[in-house]
């Protein structure tokens, strides 16, 4: 349930928190005083988009906090949250807050973590259920109306489990499609996958192949430089006169006769030994890298193909040698199923049979449930329509039924094939599309809901429905704004008792005219217009039982004596 909304720099309205209670909250005041501004308000925390003319006059920003009660919530939300990387509701509080400025700055948060547009309205479609003058328009499409029908027979498993059959289908469908090319097509998929596996798979490639093959090639192609280069090394080290070693060791003798002079010089004596010796090391190393070195054109030639194969085949099918193997499996796959195609669609043939024989029987049970439901929901609801002031009146649902199962059990295969491919057009709810039908007087045949003109005869069939299907119905909170329009006398105080009834099951808002669909409420608020400091402000306060006797006789039409004795008859 709403437990708290607080509202700040919207329309009219400072400042203002509003403490909700459980059961039915009824909403009253002067026309303009400002009702309005609270359903507003909750529209903006469910994620309607912001109108930033709706920006207090004078101030920069406006926002809406709205805490919810989640206890007994049966959507997903724990899991939504995490999913969304949305923190955690404490002691079972949701909080949602949404703020924008007028320079068009919009943000959103849940439990304090910033959030989108779409995450808040998703959490708010799990919330609250806003009806307005207009929304009860949603009554008049087929898949709404297929909803309600199927909430109130309990029959939401029943049609989930056909649509998860239709989804089965679909796939397995397209798995067929991809494999139904004409025969030219096929033999040009054949030739292509078995020239591109044949490519890759003869190449033998290994990851990594392709850097070592590119330094031995680079090698290869400089080889008689090397050559070059090791032996002048090799010459300036100890092959000619005035070679390193050769110098060695003449500096050598002079250290030693040095040493024989002064005996503190014999740590000169074993450096130049330990140059010495790395001076051998690096001419031995120098001649093994030149015996390595080995000018050969063929492997020169060898190398070079090989590197120019590779890169042909990067550039045909992957970037990196592992991509282009990646690739030569999944075209070895395509091509093996190609190869088999007889034998897969023979496959897929008799699963989609299969599929099809439990998609006949699915959607003949969920087509009987669905008749056996539908009086039951026009008895209740044309129950309901009686005490909203439609004493004869009749409601109505019919029902069509595209169904091709019986014609398909009569078939040979091809035929029954040929029906069958409607399958995956069919809807995911059934094979059955409904109508509502009502009939406001007697002697009348019923009609589409939808050609009813009367916005207050719309308004109460889709109160009596919501009052039928309160039990049912999932969301917790649902809002009434003025849907009582154009109804009075007797029928105003059915309307009231409709809600009463509702709330017993939900936390209602009702925003109304009427004292008689404001007396039966749990609780009563009014909003009033006033003047502060030079600015009109409106306020929202919760009555009491005095206040709320002049309320109701002020909205009778006075505060007359006779007005005060009414309103107190109401509320007992």
Known sequence: MLT?????????????????????????????AGKSIIIGALNLVLGERADRTLIRSGEESCSVEAKFDVKKLRAPLKNFLEENGLEPCEDNQLVLKRTFTSAGTNRQFVNGSATTLATLSTIGEWLVDMHGPHDHQSLLHAGKQLLILDAFGGLEKEREAFG?????????????????????????????????????????LKEGEDAEVEAEFNRASNAAKLLQLSQAALDALGESESSLLTQSGVIGRVLAELQRVDAGAGNLVALHAQAGETLRELQTELSRYADKVDVDPARLAELEERLNLMHTLKRKYGATIPEVIAFGDEAKQKLQSLESRDAELARLN????????????????????????????????????????FKQSKFDVSLKTDFVGDEVTSLKSKESQRLLTSFPTIKSNGFDEIEFQFAPNPGEPAKPLRAIASSGEMARVMLALKTVLAAEDEIPVLVFDEVDANVGGETANAVGE???????????????HLPQVAAPADAHYVVTKLVANGRTISEIRLL????????LARMLGGQSAAARQHAEALLK
């Open 4 to 32: 708290t909304l607080r509202i700040k720099n919207l329309a009219l309205v400072s400042d203002l928190t509003l403490e909700l209670q459980p059961g039915c909250n009824v909403i009253t005041g002067e026309t303009g």
């Open 164 to 204: 998860e059959l239709i989804r089965r289908r679909a796939v397995l469908a397209g798995e067929k499609s991809a494999l139904i090319v004409d025969e030219k097509t096929y033999a040009q998929q054949l030739d292509l996958l078995r020239f591109q596996v044949q490519e890759i798979s003869t190449a033998r």
């Open 350 to 389: 008799a699963a989609l049979e299969k599929l099809d024989t439990e998609i006949q029987a699915a959607g003949k049970k969920l087509t009987a449930a669905r008749k056996k439901v539908i009086p039951q929901l026009a008895k209740a609801v044309s129950q309901q329509l009686e005490d909203l002031g």
């Open 498 to 512: 409709k809600m009463r009834q509702i709330a017993a099951k939900r936390q209602v808002f009702c925003i109304t």
């Open 544 to 551: 009491d039982k005095k206040s709320r006797v002049t309320e």
